[in-house]
């Protein structure tokens, strides 16, 4: 870094061995280059020490870990709460028939679907953390507008709008990650804001409404206090959230070198505004892409199912509708102690993500087959079955740090974000579509299919892993010595071109 200063020679960038690129004229280059570049030299005279170093972090983890965690449980809640408002009444009140509520449940996806391509693009373009409170103030209202509803018609145009501006959520907050956290980091941090205490909020605020005795029914209320709720947190994330730590107003220049210097080894970049359409091609001709969206499409078939009909599961079992939402919470206990414990183990040992993944998968298999073949009336063991089926969701959260780890280029970034996330969708439109209306209370085709999706997973995930890990032997074997320095990392190439470029597995 000690090239780096306001004239001469700091507008001089080695990016490679015996290449000089003038930087002068780049007009795509990466915030965080060209905040390095126009730095003050006395803010870099200092080494970085240690306890620097973690100080900074800390002031990361204690800002961005909760900014995130809550917005996307906010997020979680506002578009899984139509369970426990079925049981409170939705369905008799809106008139649904038939296979309705599946498709209410399925049509948030079709949203998200439509919108998730044209906002990657969009989160290139303008200021990622103004835009995403902007998404959650617009999503907080269309969930009050739920409350107003009375009929399958205006269930789903609210639903459907709800998906397209939630469509933001996890892409932006993957994006934050890579941004702020070193590769190594990154798989606790996502398991701590990526979480299913969602079903603790929900379980909790629907208990209480329970035993509300206003002129509204419990189900309307519900919805209106929930979006009263995200409106609130829509201003604190307007406020609070940077759109890069070089744009970070509560951070001087010195604490925002440090967050730079600290995840410059992701060799990812940080942010760039233009948009090339060569790191697209690059991402749709990558079999490493298809393998991620394959995993993310069977993970999330399971979570669409039960995430629509996790109230109306546990109430067929013969509990009242209160003690059901009680009932959901442990889920969320479980399921997020579960992908703690599993990105700690990713996080002390190298290159194990998709090991941990494909083994933790065989235990939501086990109790799908439980769900499956245990007879109705052992509603106990069925509903052990079905608390801890909630493992699924640990791999998936593991794996979600995968797509931006691995892919350099801003472009590139963003289409491997979409893909992966468009699987996502899919998922959770074919997951309700398990839980057929003719299959009640049993739902044994669901459960059939929860586990053909995750056979499927593992497979997928396994051979990730395996193109990653023979990949970066082969650029071992060919690029043994170093071929870029530290300004390059902040460059917005590809993981293609990056000779040094080594892939998390």
């Known amino acids: 870094m000690s090239e780096i200063t306001k004239e001469g020679p700091k507008d001089l960038e080695i990016a490679k061995v015996g290449e000089v690129v003038d930087n002068n004229h780049r007009e795509d280059a990466d915030v965080a280059a060209k905040f390095l570049r126009e730095l003050d030299p006395a803010v870099l005279a200092e080494p970085i020490t240690p306890t620097e170093a973690r100080k900074v972090l800390w002031k990361i983890d204690l800002i961005m870990i909760p900014m995130i965690m809550v917005t996307v449980v906010l997020a979680a809640v506002d578009k899984v709460i139509i369970s426990n408002a079925a049981i409170y009444g939705m369905k008799t009140d809106t008139h649904l028939v038939g296979n309705q509520y599946s498709w209410v449940g399925s049509i948030f996806y079709f949203g998200y679907l439509i919108a998730e391509y044209p906002a990657a693009f969009v989160i290139q373009r303008l200021p990622i953390a103004k835009f995403y409170a902007a998404c959650i103030m617009g999503w907080a209202i269309l969930l009050m507008c739920t409350a107003a509803t009375h009929n399958f018609a205006g269930l789903a145009t609210t639903r459907f709008i709800m998906g397209m501006l939630e469509s933001v959520t996890f892409p932006i907050s993957s994006i934050l990650t890579v941004m702020w956290w070193t590769t190594n980091e990154q798989p606790i941090r996502v398991a701590f804001w990526f979480n299913q205490l969602s079903s603790v909020f929900a379980g909790l605020v629907s208990y209480g409404i329970g035993h509300t005795t206003t002129g509204l029914h419990p189900w309307r209320l519900l919805f209106l206090v929930l979006g009263a709720f995200t409106v609130v947190w829509s201003v604190m994330v307007y406020i609070f959230l940077p759109d890069s730590p070089v744009k970070c107003w509560y951070m001087s220049d010195r604490e925002k070198y440090v967050c730079l210097e600290r995840v410059k080894d992701n060799n990812t970049g940080v942010e760039d505004k233009t948009i090339k359409l060569y790191q697209v091609r690059e991402c749709l001709a990558d079999p490493k892409t298809w393998l991620l969206a394959l995993f993310s499409l069977a993970q999330n078939i399971p979570n669409g199912g039960l995430v629509t009909f996790a109230a109306i599961i ?14 959901g919470i442990p889920t969320g206990v479980l399921a997020t102690v579960w992908q703690l414990l599993l990105s700690f183990i990713a ?15 065989l235990v939501p298999m086990v109790c799908a087959i439980l769900m499956w073949k245990l007879p109705r009336d052992n509603k106990h063991g069925l509903l052990a079955a079905y608390y801890v089926f909630y493992t699924y969701w640990g791999p998936y959260v593991l794996s979600t740090s995968l797509p931006m780890a691995n892919t350099s280029g801003h472009s590139k970034k963003l289409t491997m974000n979409a893909i992966y996330f468009l699987a996502y969708c899919v998922g959770n439109i074919v997951g309700p579509q398990l839980f057929r209306s003719s299959d009640a209370p049993a739902y044994s085709h669901g459960y059939e299919g929860l586990l053909a999706c ?14 990653c890990h023979m990949e970066n032997r082969r650029r071992d074997r060919e690029h043994r010595q170093p071929t870029e320095v530290a300004l390059n990392a902040f460059s917005d190439q590809t993981d293609k071109e990056k000779k040094d470029f080594r892939y998390t597995y």
């Open 314 to 327: 546990v109430s067929g079992l013969g509990y009242s509708s209160l003690v059901t939402t009680v009932l």
């Open 454 to 467: 995750l056979v499927v997973a593992i497979v997928s995930i396994s051979a990730y892993g395996f193109l």
């Open 347 to 361: 996080s002390r040992f190298r290159n194990t993500r998709c090991l941990v993944i494909a083994l933790s998968n």
